[in-house]
């Protein structure tokens, strides 16, 4: 089951990101997609909060997901999801994909600024097919401890960078002592 889980790891790649929708305005992203490759897509919307000045999630803000491939505008996913979820679809041919997410608001006027977190998830279709619900939840679980690792690993990398350039100072400070130090002692004995 590890071994599983590792290899499903290293044949999946993850994509993260996130942007601003103006009102009902739409974002596209075209992908380029293998034959038979699954991607799982999470979205998260915010909605800009002027009283409070932050973005904060709004249950009411829906979200329309639609994916074509591109070259045959052959439409395979039609989403109407809430503030918050999942979608999946798995390419049935080789090619650019687009993908567009929009807000779905109710009202005409609507120029609620919007931001949305998006997560996709591209893997082989018949490593996915066969997950149950436990082993998906692992391997989201697992994805996330690899980002915090990766997270924690950068922040070391800069402690050392910033402890080597400490280090240099220390030792330039060191050896200019040492000489001032050699000078002063040279001319003390020359003086005697």
Not at 57 to 71: L, S, W
Not at 94 to 109: A, K, M, R, V, Y
Not at 151 to 167: D, F, G, L, N
């Amino acid at each position: 089951m590890k071994s599983l889980t590792l290899i499903l790891i290293y044949l999946t790649t993850v994509n993260s990101l996130y942007f601003y929708l103006d009102g009902n305005e739409q974002k596209c992203f075209i992908e380029e997609l293998p034959k038979e490759t699954t991607v799982i897509g999470t979205y998260k919307s915010e909605e800009w909060n002027e009283n409070t000045r932050v973005y904060a999630d709004n249950p009411k803000t829906g979200i329309q997901i639609v994916v074509e491939e591109a070259q045959t505008k052959h439409r395979i996913v039609n989403q109407k999801g809430a503030s918050a979820g999942k979608f999946t679809f798995t390419s049935t041919e080789s090619g650019d994909h687009t993908i567009c997410l929009s807000t779905n608001s109710t009202g005409w006027f609507q120029n609620t600024r919007t931001k949305l977190h998006l997560d996709l998830m591209f893997g082989d279709a018949q490593h996915t097919a066969g997950l149950d619900s436990n082993t998906k939840e692992v391997l989201d679980e697992l994805t996330k401890k690899i980002r915090s690792l990766n997270e924690k690993i950068t922040i070391i990398k800069r402690e050392q960078v910033y402890q080597r350039e400490r280090e240099r100072e220390f030792r330039d400070t060191s050896e200019s002592t040492n000489a001032r130090v050699v000078n002063w002692t040279l001319i003390q004995v020359f003086v005697l």
